[in-house]
């Protein structure tokens, strides 16, 4: 497994960007009140209008905190690979794949790093290549979760679910969920289709199945969440 960077209330210790097909992967509990050295309060001045637009659509609280959090701390990551302030990192969206319009891959402008972020329920997941990459973590999905999507995901994936005891699918389907859309973001791709998707068939089993051109890996995560990590192929 890929080893997991923690960041937390100090100013965090960033090495060099890995080469190759290479990623540094970070998690942050995003209640705590202080992220990488700045304040969680203050989170929105040092978020460009487009974050802070699109904190203010959040209408749970407990949603608006996390997306807050987890932009302080990708800033903050962001700002020490590329060296500079948090708030003069600038984000930019890459064209999408599918429809060539301006809501692709997040980017920085100018490039220098490939970035990707996830979060829930409290936790979030960042991962940072020289080459396009994706990360995503999920909680457990429930027992009805598993049902729903069972039919809208690869039919060997099906396949492999099914086959299991009734207590072991919602491990085998996070599995799943967590791989694909790692390797949706790194793509582009992202959310277009549904979070579950057919192909590419990435598996259930404890190792992902492999993906011509890209390097999928599962990530340590708590227990009732899955991660997973996705780099393109150098």
């Not at 540094?24 to 978020?47: K, Y």
């Not at 209408?59 to 500079?84: E, F, I, K, Q, W």
């Not at 799943?176 to 998707?197: M, N, Q």
Request: proline share 8%.
């Amino acid at each position: 497994m890929e080893e997991l960077n923690q960041l937390g209330g100090a100013a965090p210790r960033i090495g060099d960007l890995p080469t190759g097909s290479g990623a540094v992967v970070w998690s942050l509990d995003t209640t705590l009140g202080v992220i990488g050295g700045h304040a969680a309060d203050g989170a929105e001045a040092l978020l460009d209008e487009g974050e802070r637009k699109r904190a203010a659509r959040l209408v749970r609280p407990g949603d608006r905190r996390t997306y807050l959090a987890s932009h302080l701390g990708l800033r903050v990551l962001l700002g020490g690979y590329l060296g500079t302030a948090p708030e003069e990192v600038r984000l930019v969206r890459e064209d999408c794949p599918n429809c060539g319009g301006p809501h692709g891959r997040p980017a920085v402008a100018g490039g220098g790093v490939h970035f990707s972020l996830s979060h829930s329920h409290g936790l979030a997941y960042f991962a940072f290549a020289a080459v396009p990459v994706g990360v995503d973590v999920e909680g457990l999905p429930s027992s009805k979760a598993v049902a729903d999507i069972l039919s809208s995901l690869h039919p060997a994936e099906a396949a492999e679910i099914t086959a299991l005891p009734e207590d072991g699918r919602r491990v085998a389907l996070a599995r799943v969920w967590s791989r694909k859309e790692a390797y949706l973001k790194a793509t582009g791709t992202g959310l277009a289709y549904g979070v579950a998707v057919a192909e590419p068939f990435v598996g259930s089993g404890p190792a992902p199945g492999r993906v011509p051109g890209w390097t999928l890996r599962d990530l340590p995560a708590p227990p009732e969440f899955a991660a997973a990590l996705a780099v393109r192929s150098a």
